[in-house]
């Protein structure tokens, strides 16, 4: 029987596993909220759902691995809201449900290392919200979950390159400040290692080997781009935006041993530096 998954916010990762998932023989089914995007949904080889609960509950039946990407809000999870009951029922049929998270749960540590078993100690609201989805998700019975933490995403199209190139990307200073980030590549991998092996109940970190400072994340990218470094800014006089200047108030390092250990992930851009290295020749291939 082909194996499907059903992607509910099918979104830049989802589709970095679809990529990599249907090639293999497996069925995606991917939600959209605006009908405009069925055809290039099928044009990836998703198959599109729109929604709506009735539509997600038929395709619910249908799937035998879930992948949540549709981000919590102050209402709730949408996809618990819209089939929670649904899913309830079907928990012991599922292979496998991978939960995308965020490592802003763990909130700030001033500089520290942090990794799976760390409390849970947000310091947005996003955060706690997200702590709350990853609550309610625990406590379905009978439920193949698997919790990712991600970091900060990048990848093709998402990238310091646009605003180095534009003109508009700072160095924001902050003394001591560090951030861990992910390629959506290696996301996806590790995604696919987990389905491959699934641990129901497992939480992992997915981040790359390397937090570093952003202002040395812009100063890569606009040495890769033969162009004069971006002004630094201090923090303090910075004009950030209330969500840019909210990831500020957290400051840890994420470890991500136990993707390597359980899942026998080697990562494909262990570091910012690959990482840009890739996409910039990718851009110019």
Same mark, same amino acid.
């Given at each position: 029987?082909?194996?499907?998954?059903?992607?509910?916010?099918?979104?830049?990762?989802?589709?970095?596993?679809?990529?990599?998932?249907?090639?293999?023989?497996?069925?995606?089914?991917?939600?959209?909220?605006?009908?405009?995007?069925?055809?290039?949904?099928?044009?990836?080889?998703?198959?599109?759902?729109?929604?709506?609960?009735?539509?997600?509950?038929?395709?619910?039946?249908?799937?035998?691995?879930?992948?949540? %990407?549709? *981000? #919590?809000?102050?209402?709730?999870?949408?996809?618990?809201? @819209?089939?929670?009951?649904?899913?309830? +029922?079907? $928990? =012991?049929?599922?292979?496998?449900?991978?939960?995308?998270?965020?490592?802003?749960?763990?909130?700030?540590?001033?500089?520290?290392?942090?990794?799976?078993?760390?409390?849970?100690?947000?310091?947005?609201?996003?955060?706690?919200?997200?702590?709350?989805?990853?609550?309610?998700?625990?406590?379905?019975?009978?439920?193949?979950?698997?919790?990712?933490?991600?970091?900060?995403?990048?990848?093709?199209?998402?990238?310091?390159?646009?605003?180095?190139?534009?003109?508009?990307?700072?160095?924001?200073?902050?003394?001591?400040?560090?951030?861990?980030?992910?390629?959506?590549?290696?996301?996806?991998?590790?995604?696919?290692?987990?389905?491959?092996?699934? %641990?129901? *109940? #497992?939480?992992?970190?997915?981040?790359?080997?390397?937090? @570093?400072?952003?202002?040395?994340?812009? +100063?890569? $990218? =606009?040495?890769?781009?033969?162009?004069?470094?971006?002004?630094?800014?201090?923090?303090?006089?910075?004009?950030?935006?209330?969500?840019?200047?909210?990831?500020?108030?957290?400051?840890?390092?994420?470890?991500?041993?136990?993707?390597?250990?359980?899942?026998?992930?080697?990562?494909?851009?262990?570091?910012?530096?690959?990482?840009?290295?890739?996409?910039?020749?990718?851009?110019?291939?």
């Amino acid at each position: 029987m082909t194996k499907t998954l059903f992607s509910l916010g099918h979104g830049y990762t989802a589709s970095a596993l679809a990529r990599r998932m249907i090639p293999q023989g497996w069925r995606v089914i991917g939600t959209i909220r605006d009908e405009a995007k069925t055809d290039s949904l099928r044009a990836q080889g998703v198959e599109p759902v729109l929604w709506e609960p009735e539509a997600l509950a038929k395709a619910l039946t249908q799937a035998s691995h879930l992948l949540i %990407s549709a *981000g #919590a809000n102050d209402d709730g999870d949408p996809t618990l809201n @819209a089939i929670g009951p649904q899913i309830m +029922a079907r $928990a =012991a049929a599922l292979d496998w449900v991978g939960y995308l998270s965020t490592t802003g749960v763990y909130g700030d540590h001033d500089g520290a290392w942090v990794d799976e078993t760390a409390p849970l100690t947000p310091s947005t609201h996003r955060g706690e919200i997200r702590v709350a989805a990853e609550t309610a998700w625990q406590t379905i019975p009978n439920l193949p979950l698997h919790i990712f933490r991600l970091a900060g995403i990048y990848g093709p199209g998402r990238g310091p390159f646009a605003k180095v190139r534009a003109g508009t990307a700072q160095r924001i200073i902050k003394t001591g400040q560090v951030f861990s980030r992910i390629h959506v590549d290696d996301i996806a991998q590790i995604l696919a290692a987990s389905i491959a092996a699934p %641990s129901s *109940g #497992a939480v992992y970190n997915v981040c790359d080997d390397v937090p @570093a400072p952003p202002q040395d994340v812009i +100063a890569y $990218a =606009a040495q890769l781009l033969d162009v004069e470094l971006p002004p630094e800014v201090e923090f303090e006089t910075a004009k950030l935006s209330p969500m840019a200047r909210s990831f500020y108030a957290e400051n840890k390092k994420v470890s991500n041993t136990r993707i390597k250990d359980e899942l026998g992930i080697k990562l494909i851009y262990p570091d910012y530096k690959t990482g840009l290295d890739a996409l910039l020749k990718a851009e110019t291939a």
